[in-house]
């Protein structure tokens, strides 16, 4: 059973359209994440939310935004995609007060801009 | 200078074999380390959490952390072709933020 479930699993979408990754657990995890993962570049933090009320940037925030709609459901949207945005994109939790800033990784979003 | 460095590799070693994993860093106040086991076209899972310096020992892997060497190790005995993944170094202050290596893909041959 997935703890951390992301939709679509596959998107392939043209230059300029605005998309949507959702992500959703059922861990019972306050913190949740939001990565992109490139070849050779490991993962980089794009959002994070500590809880419905607290939303961060990351490292590359520009171009994306978030919506944290429930402790249980964190968005990640591409406002206006570009090509340099094709990436695997990761949704993560962690628990907070957990005392090992474990992240708990769900199978992510393979993302085509053409 | 990225704040963690791994080797991409990739690495490719045969059945039974040792593989040897490693990554450096360079922020002293990481004191949360773990390692990552990443399938093809999966996400991440944890596979070895280890706090300060230190060793720690799961079943066929091994984890150690040199803080005065800024140097982490991660050991895989017997290595069985399942395996075959990329393998990501992870690291943290205490705090939210979780600072990655590239990963490092392995082949284990059978």
């Known amino acids: 059973d997935a703890d951390v479930t992301q939709t679509p699993r596959n998107r392939i979408t043209k230059t300029g359209k605005r998309i949507m990754l959702e992500c959703s657990q059922t861990k019972g995890h306050d913190r949740m994440y939001w990565y992109r993962q490139d070849p050779g570049l490991g993962l980089q933090l794009i959002y994070y939310s500590f809880d419905v009320k607290d939303i961060n940037k990351g490292e590359i925030s520009d171009g994306y935004s978030v919506s944290r709609q429930a402790q249980a459901k964190f968005s990640l949207s591409l406002e206006s995609a570009i090509p340099n945005q094709t990436a695997l994109y990761f949704c993560a939790t962690s628990l907070l007060g957990g005392g090992t800033d474990t992240q708990y990784f769900g199978p992510g979003t393979r993302l085509t801009v053409l | 200078q990225k704040e963690v460095e791994q080797d991409p590799g990739p690495l490719s070693v045969p059945e039974g074999a040792i593989v040897s994993l490693n990554c450096t860093y360079s922020n002293s106040a990481f004191q949360y380390f773990m390692w990552y086991r990443q399938y093809s076209r999966k996400g991440p899972e944890l596979l070895m959490y280890?706090?300060?310096?230190g060793n720690k020992e799961d079943g066929r892997f091994t984890a150690q952390v040199d803080k005065s060497s800024k140097y982490i190790s991660l050991f895989i005995r017997d290595s069985q072709p399942s395996d075959s993944a990329t393998y990501l170094c992870?690291?943290?202050?205490?705090?939210?933020?979780?600072?990655f290596g590239a990963g490092t893909t392995v082949t284990v041959r059978a």
């Open positions: 280890t706090y300060s310096s």
């Open positions: 992870a690291m943290s202050a205490g705090d939210y933020k979780l600072s």
